[in-house]
């Protein structure tokens, strides 16, 4: 990009008073804690596209990853600026792109608001909804042996789940084996186009693995191919339609991902023993 982005500094927690029921004990006063939720709309040339609700934090990453995952960009230098503005109804995020991406708009722009866990809503048509995407390469591999590990550290790294309990987490595992990055938001969809944003912006496409808190459902398969990632691990079940795009993708896909078991869904070559 050729101008710095613009970040907004917004309160991502909240606290706020509630009254705790405990069973055995009187109902009484509390203080809790609670994770933001913020209305953002993206606008591309200054043409609107859609308002998603997510956490408003590493919105920069979002609006990166967001622009690719939606096929409106190819890479990150399709990108020329990024200006993030607060309101007093929420955060516009005004996307300026090379000028032959405008034309996917016509072809991509979305009629109804997002909400934080869809990420096909608004297509117009069924045909926006599974895209045309090239196979991913055979280039990574993951260690079973380190799934403990990068298990225990997504959960230390979640620090808006340990305040709130209502957060996604999407982590970047490196070549090593070892958890480098994770994004927290609201939508799980979000925070793995948060995480697909710094992966695009830091070259890291086709040397790590990631692994989400949520179901492995197919347009999660098609986030993560869509920016090379090979493999892609979830704590939760994968739906019938994201395994069968993850063969046709060539993606590893792995579901209910605990401490010692796992189940491999498509193209189990890239586990190592």
Not at 85 to 107: D, F, H, P, W
Not at 135 to 154: E, G, I, Y
Not at 205 to 221: C, D, K, P
Request: aromatic share 6%; net charge negative.
């Amino acid at each position: 990009m050729s101008k710095e982005t613009k970040q907004v500094q917004v309160n991502t927690v909240k606290q706020t008073r509630i009254i705790r029921y405990q069973n055995g004990t009187a109902p009484s006063g509390d203080d809790d804690m609670l994770i933001g939720e913020t209305p953002v709309a993206i606008e591309y040339n200054g043409i609107a596209y859609t308002v998603m609700m997510c956490t408003p934090s590493d919105l920069e990453e979002f609006a990166v990853g967001f622009s690719l995952t939606e096929g409106i960009i190819d890479h990150v230098r399709d990108i020329h600026d990024i200006e993030i503005v607060q309101a007093c109804s929420g955060i516009t995020m005004s996307v300026i792109v090379a000028n032959r991406c405008l034309n996917r708009l016509k072809e991509k722009r979305r009629s109804l608001t997002g909400t934080t866990g869809c990420g096909v809503c608004g297509a117009e048509q069924l045909s926006a909804v599974v895209r045309s995407i090239q196979p991913v390469a055979n280039n990574t591999s993951f260690q079973l042996q380190r799934l403990d590990s990068v298990l225990s550290a997504l959960s230390q790294a979640q620090s808006y789940n340990r305040l709130t309990g209502a957060s996604h987490a999407a982590a970047f595992i490196n070549a090593d084996g070892e958890v480098e990055i994770v994004f927290e938001d609201v939508g799980r969809h979000i925070a793995l186009d948060k995480l697909i944003g710094w992966i695009c912006r830091h070259r890291y496409q086709q040397s790590g693995s990631i692994l989400v808190t949520s179901r492995a459902s197919f347009e999660m398969v098609q986030k993560v191919a869509a920016c090379g990632i090979e493999i892609l691990l979830a704590v939760s079940a994968a739906t019938s339609m994201a395994v069968e795009l993850a063969e046709t993708l060539n993606v590893t896909l792995c579901g209910y991902c605990r401490p010692g078991r796992m189940n491999v869904y498509s193209n189990p070559q890239r586990l190592t023993e």
